[in-house]
């Protein structure tokens, strides 16, 4: 054939047709973000000193309450309406039973008092989990052996942190310990002391990730589990596991859960899909520390494009099913949507 003669498939379906042009593309978007999609997780620290910056996550910062406040601030001009709070303890409140979260003006409590006074309709959520406070690094109570956690124990020990946190002022507590039960409990807890109001966002689905590692930096946990026997292997989930992953979600949901999440949220995007499908309840998923570490690592070696991949990874999560996104990227993407 002469190479001048033109190939014309007899193609009457194109779908090209709806790519050709950037208004075309724009017009034919199935997934939007908007900054109300996102949960902005913030670390605070006791004292006066300044932002201190994480290493592992670059833009992360631990803040002071004061500096906390004015970061809420700028992320609700914005436009991201909530914020869940994690408190950095200093390590020398920290014990085997977590006692300095019994603390009635602790940290966290004293962290949401003032966000929610400056701040009255920021959504405002906090972990429950003792963690933060556990020489151990632990999200419960030990049993007696000290060789696991002690599931009923740390149950009854989390409700009533549930309580104080509610009593606080926080819109939602956010168990992310993964005991069995605690739901329900926190549920009955909060409404028998008269919070009716505040709600749940269950981690259901927390698998036992390798991506939390920058987070157990920012919070300290991290080589206090490194140095003892356990991982939270007996708590979290197995990657492997889609059905039991499933059991969770029903399990949270019939015990009272308002709304369920799926951690990590990119490796497990089938589990969001999943959920969304099988569940009517609201779905948040968390991007987590590791997830927003791994962009920035390969953006700094030149490797990948941080804006365009840190909108595709959100993208991909709300695409999968998440009515909201964690996310450290909140405020960054936030501002880029705005523009
Ligand atoms: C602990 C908790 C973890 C995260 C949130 N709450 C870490 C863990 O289970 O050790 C991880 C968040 C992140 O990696 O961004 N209760």
């Known amino acids: 054939m002469p190479a001048n003669v033109t190939f014309k498939l007899d193609l009457p379906v194109r779908p090209r047709r ?18 109300e999609d996102f949960i902005a997780p913030l670390f605070v620290v006791d004292g006066k000193s300044a932002p201190e910056e994480i290493s592992s996550m670059p833009g992360q910062f631990r803040l002071s309450i004061a500096d906390l406040v004015k970061e809420c601030r700028a992320l609700w001009e914005l436009g991201v309406k909530a914020v869940a709070l994690f408190p950095k303890i200093d390590a020398k409140l920290k014990d ?32 429950v989990a003792l963690d933060p406070y556990t020489t151990h690094g632990h999200d419960g109570l ?37 005991m ?8 009955a807890a909060l409404d028998t002391a008269g919070f009716t109001e505040t709600g749940i966002i269950a981690y259901s689905v927390k698998f036992n990730s390798a991506y939390y590692g920058p987070f157990r930096d920012a919070v300290g946990s991290a080589r206090a589990v490194g140095r003892k026997l356990l991982s939270k292997a007996t708590y979290q989930l197995n990657p492997a596991n889609r059905r039991e992953a499933l059991a969770e979600a029903v399990l949270d949901a019939a015990e ?7 951690k990590p949220a990119g490796a497990y995007l089938d589990i969001i899909r999943d959920v969304r499908e099988r569940l009517g309840k609201p779905l948040a998923a968390y991007q987590v520390s590791g997830e927003y570490a791994q962009i920035h690592a390969a953006a ?6 941080l804006a365009r991949t840190r909108h595709e990874s ?12 964690l996310t450290y990227f909140a405020k960054d993407e936030a501002q880029a949507l705005a523009k």
């Open 180 to 187: 069995d039960g605690r739901v329900g409990a926190i549920r």
């Open 142 to 178: 030990l049993n007696a052996a000290g060789a696991d956690v002690d599931n009923d124990r740390t149950v009854a020990r989390l409700a009533a942190m549930a309580v104080r946190q509610a009593r606080a002022g926080v819109d939602f507590v956010a168990p992310s310990d993964m």
């Open 256 to 262: 009272g859960a308002d709304i369920l999440m799926v």
């Open 300 to 305: 700094r070696l030149g490797w990948l494009d």
């Open 18 to 35: 709806l790519r050709r042009t950037a208004t075309l593309r724009t017009l034919f978007e199935e997934t939007v973000l908007r900054a």
């Open 96 to 127: 085997v039973e977590g006692t300095e979260e019994l603390n009635e003006d602790g940290l966290i409590l004293r962290a949401v008092k003032a966000v929610k006074k400056a701040l009255p309709e920021l959504v405002v959520i906090t972990d």
């Open 314 to 325: 959100l993208i991909a999560i709300k695409r999968a099913g998440a009515d909201l996104i």
